[in-house]
Each structure stands twice: as structure tokens, then as C-alpha cells.
């Protein structure tokens, strides 16, 4: 089976930095795309940021500029660095994989991993 696991969330006062990081468990899988998303109680989660097996970055109107993803795709795990963060950040955060198309039907699945609080204080 497929594990996504996160490390590296904490309590950091805002301005600081934080690096989160999620490694996945099992063999034989290729992910398509690796990214991460928040939730806040009471809110839908939302994307942060998301990278391609390609390289190609997408990232949260909210985050650009304060946030880099990056992905090492031989080990299956993904980095979110986060800097000058703000209490508007505080959330818990999920690691999300979806596996490249496979089969003649191009069929994808989606993993989540459990999710690692962030908090910002002001």
C-alpha cells in the first residue's frame, strides 16, 4: 500500500520559517503530480502548491513569492518551504500525490497523507 507521510510543521512566529516534507511508503508507483493543501476548521481545504513530474509549479495567489515547492521524484517525496510566514498561514497541512496515467483507460489515483499543523503567531 501507498503511505504519505508529513513532517515539519510547528509553531513559528510570524516572519519565521518553517520546511515541510512528505515521504511516501510502497514501491512501484509513479506520481504525476505531488503537491500540498491547507484547512482551516470550518473551510474547505485549498491548494498551496503543486508540481509536475515535469518540473511546472503552480502556487496559491496567497503564497507566491513567500513559498517554494520542490520534488525529488526518484525517492517519491516533496518540500515545502515556507518563509515569512504570516498568522493567515496557520492551518493543517496535507500532502497530496496522484499517480500518472496508467492502463489504456489512463486511470489515476489519489493519496493524502494525515496532516501536519502549522501555527503562526502574531
Known amino acids: 500500500q501507498v503511505q504519505l507521510v508529513e513532517s515539519g510543521g510547528g509553531l513559528v512566529q510570524a516572519g519565521g520559517s518553517l520546511r515541510l516534507a512528505c515521504a511516501t511508503s510502497g514501491s512501484g508507483f509513479r506520481f504525476g503530480s505531488m503537491g500540498w493543501y491547507r484547512q482551516v476548521p470550518g473551510n474547505k481545504r485549498e491548494l498551496v502548491a503543486s508540481?509536475?513530474?515535469?518540473?511546472?509549479?503552480t502556487y496559491a495567489d496567497s503564497v507566491k513569492g513567500r513559498f517554494t515547492i520542490s520534488r525529488d521524484s526518484a525517492k517519491n517525496a516533496v518540500y515545502l518551504q515556507m518563509n515569512s510566514l504570516k498568522p493567515e498561514d496557520t492551518a493543517a497541512y496535507y500532502c497530496?500525490?496522484?499517480?500518472?496515467?496508467?492502463?489504456?483507460?489512463?486511470?489515476?489515483?489519489?493519496?493524502w497523507g494525515q496532516g501536519t499543523q502549522v501555527t503562526v503567531s502574531s
Open positions: 508540481v509536475t513530474s515535469g518540473g511546472t509549479s
Open positions: 497530496n500525490a496522484v499517480t500518472a496515467p496508467s492502463g489504456f483507460l489512463g486511470l489515476q489515483y489519489t493519496y
